[in-house]
């Protein structure tokens, strides 16, 4: 494995190099510039210091996005200490488990968050931190308490003269050290820790800083949570180390406000799951589209480039319209959400990766993106399908490299299964792969389904041709006694335009309409209505082990 240099450096760079320039907003609200985050740093520092917050100590960090969660997880980092980020929509009983099992020493938190957990339930937490003031919730030291008090007399004592840019000086970092404990959504029960090595973090980075042209001052929006690395590693980690200016949507990021933010903000590029994109076109661009007359002129040549060419902008205009491209990755984009962008040539590219890679396993920049395919093996790392045809017959993932963890936080028996002798990273998802590296992902090994004489039955696909079918918002194909049963969530908006008996006799015709695309062995038995939405993961994929 190749050797890969000082990730703190980078951090260390950003910071330097753009002195006076903006860094962190949250979104309608205050700014820092890079001398500021230097300066919290260097304040988190010193209480680290004077709590007896030692190099490799466990730091949580729960909240949503805001500036002050990034300038918390930086000054871990750049202090020798390990970041345990927690996704703030876990529930109090699954943050007290993670604290818990990572050992963490200290709690930042949220002002959502910091309502619902219970300081007794983390007994060896030595303090909780609030995020937005980064006063003290809680203490159990005398030595946080009195550094708390007496910070600023501390900082000012440190640096009488002012803190100047040769003031910064950073931990330096070792490869395989320990970075951050990341926990895995854990649909399956207690989340697994994913041990996290600086090499991971740079390996990511140093993949974003040669392939995708984002420049110092340009913008970008923090929309995916920065507990989940996706988020972490591309909004963040890349766009502050690239000298960005970076803003924070610190509330529910709900559709209006996300149009809101796209349009104000204007990102350089944009990091997106795929539910975003899906919202976006099904609900302002499709019934634009769909019409009989706008039907017409797509199927006269000459009109149709024309008509296509408008269509790509007004979509490019959603998005801020000054995106180089935008990047979906978390979970499978719906085909025919993706077939139309690529027919209006809009810039739309798929990456995939995982919590365990820090995330990036592969990726295509959108000019040599293949449509189904979630592009080729990025920089420092190398993929193989697990089968005797890559090409033709689905196999298990495999990735190796500088992106792949240390294994799981206290759990060898985990860390022996996903990663075997050779250091192969057993992904648990299935795929195909083509001559020219370009990965397809059918699904999870665990949702295969076995058809009646045994054939492999990729639910996802099904669901995908299902979810754009009419009336359907989202679905999920479960097997019950041999026969296949999707559970579909209808589209709420359209709901007051039919009777009930109308909405079952529409259902009843996609079912009839899906069974003549699909073989026999994969035919729907009957579709069951949910009044409610599927639960989800943080990524926005459904939590199927609670409806098979």
């Given at each position: 494995?190749?050797?890969?240099?000082?990730?703190?450096?980078?951090?260390?760079?950003?910071?330097?190099?753009?002195?006076?320039?903006?860094?962190?907003?949250?979104?309608?609200?205050?700014?820092?510039?890079?001398?500021?985050?230097?300066?919290?740093?260097?304040?988190?520092?010193?209480?680290?210091?004077?709590?007896?917050?030692?190099?490799?100590?466990?730091?949580?960090?729960?909240?949503?996005?805001?500036?002050?969660?990034?300038?918390?997880?930086?000054?871990?980092?750049?202090?020798?200490?390990?970041?345990?980020?927690?996704?703030?929509?876990?529930?109090?009983?699954?943050?007290?488990n993670i604290v818990n099992h990572s050992e963490a020493k200290l709690l930042f938190v949220g002002d959502y968050v910091v309502k619902t957990i219970d300081a007794d339930a983390m007994p060896h937490l030595e303090g909780i931190i609030n995020l937005p003031d980064f006063s003290l919730h809680t203490s159990r030291s005398e030595k946080l308490t009195y550094a708390?008090?007496?910070?600023?007399?501390?900082?000012?004592?440190?640096?009488?003269?002012?803190?100047?840019?040769?003031?910064?000086?950073?931990?330096?970092?070792?490869?395989?050290?320990?970075?951050?404990?990341?926990?895995?959504?854990?649909?399956?029960?207690?989340?697994?820790?994913?041990?996290?090595?600086?090499?991971?973090?740079?390996?990511?980075?140093?993949?974003?800083?040669?392939?995708?042209?984002?420049?110092?001052?340009?913008?970008?929006?923090?929309?995916?949570?920065?507990?989940?690395?996706?988020?972490?590693?591309?909004?963040?980690?890349?766009?502050?180390?690239?000298?960005?200016?970076?803003?924070?949507?610190?509330?529910?990021?709900?559709?209006?406000?996300?149009?809101?933010?796209?349009?104000?903000?204007?990102?350089?590029?944009?990091?997106?799951?795929?539910?975003?994109?899906?919202?976006?076109?099904?609900?302002?661009?499709?019934?634009?589209?769909?019409?009989?007359?706008?039907?017409?002129?797509?199927?006269?040549?000459?009109?149709?480039?024309?008509?296509?060419?408008?269509?790509?902008?007004?979509?490019?205009?959603?998005?801020?319209?000054?995106?180089?491209?935008?990047?979906?990755?978390?979970?499978?984009?719906?085909?025919?959400?993706?077939?139309?962008?690529?027919?209006?040539?809009?810039?739309?590219t798929v990456g995939y990766g995982a919590t365990e890679c820090a995330p990036l396993i592969s990726y295509s920049d959108y000019k040599d993106f293949v449509p189904a395919s979630c592009g080729t093996a990025v920089d420092h790392m190398e993929v193989r399908i697990d089968s005797s045809d890559q090409q033709n017959i689905p196999g298990e993932i495999l990735a190796?490299?500088?992106?792949?963890?240390?294994?799981?936080?206290?759990?060898?028996?985990?860390?022996?299964?996903?990663?075997?002798?050779?250091?192969?990273?057993?992904?648990?998802?299935?795929?195909?792969?083509?001559?020219?590296?370009?990965?397809?992902?059918?699904?999870?090994?665990?949702?295969?389904?076995?058809?009646?004489?045994?054939?492999?039955?990729?639910?996802?696909?099904?669901?995908?041709?299902?979810?754009?079918?009419?009336?359907?918002?989202?679905?999920?194909?479960?097997?019950?006694?041999?026969?296949?049963?999707?559970?579909?969530?209808?589209?709420?908006?359209?709901?007051?335009?039919?009777?009930?008996?109308?909405?079952?006799?529409?259902?009843?015709?996609?079912?009839?309409?899906?069974?003549?695309?699909?073989?026999?062995?994969?035919?729907?038995?009957?579709?069951?209505?949910?009044?409610?939405?599927?639960?989800?993961?943080?990524?926005?994929?459904?939590?199927?082990?609670?409806?098979?």
């Amino acid at each position: 494995m190749e050797q890969a240099p000082s990730f703190n450096e980078y951090i260390y760079r950003a910071i330097i190099d753009n002195w006076n320039s903006d860094a962190l907003t949250d979104y309608q609200g205050a700014t820092l510039q890079y001398h500021d985050v230097a300066r919290k740093i260097e304040k988190l520092h010193i209480l680290f210091e004077n709590c007896d917050v030692k190099k490799g100590d466990k730091v949580a960090i729960c909240g949503r996005n805001s500036s002050h969660w990034a300038v918390a997880f930086l000054a871990t980092l750049t202090y020798g200490a390990v970041a345990v980020p927690i996704l703030h929509e876990f529930n109090a009983e699954q943050i007290h488990n993670i604290v818990n099992h990572s050992e963490a020493k200290l709690l930042f938190v949220g002002d959502y968050v910091v309502k619902t957990i219970d300081a007794d339930a983390m007994p060896h937490l030595e303090g909780i931190i609030n995020l937005p003031d980064f006063s003290l919730h809680t203490s159990r030291s005398e030595k946080l308490t009195y550094a708390r008090e007496h910070l600023n007399y501390m900082f000012g004592t440190k640096y009488p003269r002012a803190f100047r840019a040769e003031h910064v000086k950073y931990h330096h970092d070792e490869p395989d050290e320990m970075a951050l404990i990341n926990y895995t959504s854990g649909t399956t029960g207690f989340s697994k820790g994913a041990m996290l090595p600086y090499r991971a973090l740079w390996g990511n980075l140093d993949f974003c800083m040669k392939r995708l042209p984002v420049k110092a001052n340009d913008t970008m929006l923090s929309i995916l949570p920065m507990a989940h690395m996706y988020g972490l590693a591309i909004e963040f980690i890349y766009g502050f180390c690239r000298g960005c200016h970076l803003f924070f949507l610190t509330r529910l990021p709900s559709p209006a406000i996300i149009a809101d933010a796209f349009a104000t903000v204007r990102p350089a590029i944009v990091i997106a799951v795929p539910l975003i994109v899906e919202k976006i076109i099904r609900k302002r661009v499709f019934p634009k589209i769909q019409t009989n007359g706008m039907r017409l002129l797509l199927q006269m040549p000459v009109v149709s480039k024309k008509v296509k060419e408008k269509i790509c902008e007004q979509v490019y205009q959603a998005f801020g319209g000054r995106a180089y491209e935008i990047i979906v990755g978390g979970a499978a984009l719906s085909r025919e959400v993706e077939q139309f962008l690529v027919s209006i040539g809009f810039p739309i590219t798929v990456g995939y990766g995982a919590t365990e890679c820090a995330p990036l396993i592969s990726y295509s920049d959108y000019k040599d993106f293949v449509p189904a395919s979630c592009g080729t093996a990025v920089d420092h790392m190398e993929v193989r399908i697990d089968s005797s045809d890559q090409q033709n017959i689905p196999g298990e993932i495999l990735a190796r490299g500088t992106n792949v963890m240390l294994g799981y936080y206290k759990n060898p028996e985990a860390t022996a299964a996903a990663i075997d002798s050779e250091g192969w990273y057993h992904t648990g998802d299935l795929g195909t792969m083509s001559a020219d590296g370009h990965i397809f992902i059918r699904g999870r090994i665990k949702n295969m389904l076995l058809g009646p004489s045994g054939q492999n039955i990729y639910p996802e696909e099904i669901e995908d041709v299902l979810n754009s079918m009419p009336m359907v918002s989202e679905s999920i194909v479960v097997q019950r006694q041999n026969q296949l049963v999707a559970l579909v969530h209808p589209d709420t908006d359209e709901l007051v335009n039919f009777t009930t008996d109308e909405l079952h006799d529409i259902m009843e015709q996609n079912r009839q309409q899906l069974n003549e695309r699909l073989p026999a062995y994969s035919h729907i038995a009957a579709i069951e209505l949910r009044d409610e939405e599927f639960a989800k993961t943080p990524k926005k994929s459904i939590k199927r082990y609670l409806y098979n």
